[in-house]
């Protein structure tokens, strides 16, 4: 249990390529043009043909159908009701689960890794600024030759493998708590909206990670290379259906979209709901990075609410997010007891880093 949480929206990953939320849309329509989307085709048609549909069905109100959020929100909504406008419902029927693999595709295919000059060997490096965010945590963590991983837990809503993949660069083992034993050691890297490195077994009915270490004892950069050895892609769930376990393949990556209704996919990764409640009612200091709390995010608000119901002393709660609009709505979440710990810096990610040596 943990004295120093640290809370990662998608801002965390805006620079290392991801897009936002609300430019998820525009950048899934530049990656089609580049043809970095034709295996998908069939999915990106089908969203695009429902926001369409949407749109049409909507004379009447007010709906956001450019913010991925939404769009992602109605399409659920008109799976339960089995209907959107003039769509045919076998279409409305598989509209969840298109969005769920364009959403994966666009945010894995936005993020670029950078590789060092032939005179440093040729390594893939983490992307930035997540590269210097686990230099941090290592110093914060490492005592001697060992780590105190009880010190710092990471929770985040994001999907992508920048932070698996810089802490595997380091050479830090992570736990995703994803069982109720929590005996992995490592750092905790709870990934509250799942992972594209994990895997729902048909056979078991557990959520299998498929770690950065396996992942690179059979597939190498090699494969990886691009733009003449400058940069990498890390397309990791090109390979996970090929990925078994208890003797079966076909997993696809476990993911919660973006929508009002979480709470359907708790059976999936429950442990590590539970494991981030635990977390949140032993911290001392709470530092949000890039999550911007939006509207339909009642899930954040409940999960923080139950997590400091303890007799924990907050000592801080910090938010940084370039977005001075955020603030406010942070303060209202916050108890009397948190508000006096509360603090609000207009930054991004990357200009959060150099400030977390001054908190202590």
């Not at 992602?72 to 076998?90: R, S």
């Not at 893939?124 to 010190?151: A, H, M, N, T, W």
Request: net charge neutral; with cysteine.
């Amino acid at each position: 249990m943990s004295e120093t949480v640290f809370i990662l929206g998608a801002g965390a990953s805006k620079a290392a390529g991801a897009p936002l939320m609300q430019d998820f849309l525009d950048a899934a329509e530049k990656l089609m043009k580049q043809g970095k989307l034709n295996d998908i085709k069939a999915d990106y048609d089908l969203v695009f043909k429902g926001i369409e549909a949407l749109h049409m069905a909507l004379p009447k109100a007010r709906y956001d159908v450019s913010n991925i959020e939404s769009v992602a929100g109605a399409f659920e909504m008109a799976h339960l009701f089995k209907n959107l406008g003039a769509l045919q419902k076998q279409d409305v029927e598989m509209l969840p689960e298109a969005m769920k693999r364009l959403i994966v595709c666009v945010i894995e295919r936005s993020i670029t890794l950078r590789v060092a000059g032939p005179t440093e060997g040729k390594r893939v490096l983490p992307p930035q600024p997540y590269d210097k965010f686990v230099e941090y945590l290592v110093k914060v963590i490492k005592d001697g030759i060992s780590y105190d991983f009880e010190k710092v837990s990471v929770l985040t809503f994001n999907y992508d493998l920048s932070m698996d993949y810089a802490f595997h660069y380091a050479g830090i083992p992570i736990n995703y708590c994803l069982d109720d034993t929590m005996s992995d050691s490592g750092m905790k890297l709870l990934k509250l909206h799942g992972s594209f490195n994990w895997g729902h077994c048909s056979v078991c009915k557990k959520v299998i990670p498929w770690r950065m270490k396996e992942y690179f004892e059979k597939y190498n950069w090699q494969h990886l290379w691009n733009n003449e050895f400058k940069t990498a892609d890390l397309h990791l769930t090109n390979h996970l259906k090929e990925h078994a376990h208890c003797g079966k393949k076909g997993m696809s990556p476990v993911i919660v979209p973006p929508t009002w209704n979480k709470t359907q996919y708790h059976q999936t990764i429950d442990f590590v709901w539970q494991a981030a409640v635990t977390e949140l009612k032993n911290a001392e200091n709470i530092y949000v990075c890039g999550y911007s709390y939006p509207e339909t995010d009642q899930f954040f608000k409940t999960l923080y609410a139950l997590g400091t119901t303890s007799p924990t002393r907050l000592k801080r709660f910090w938010v940084f997010n370039p977005d001075e609009t955020r603030k406010d709505k942070f303060r209202n979440m916050l108890g009397q007891a948190a508000e006096d710990r509360f603090s609000f810096y207009a930054k991004t990610f990357a200009e959060t880093i150099p400030e977390l040596p001054k908190a202590g």
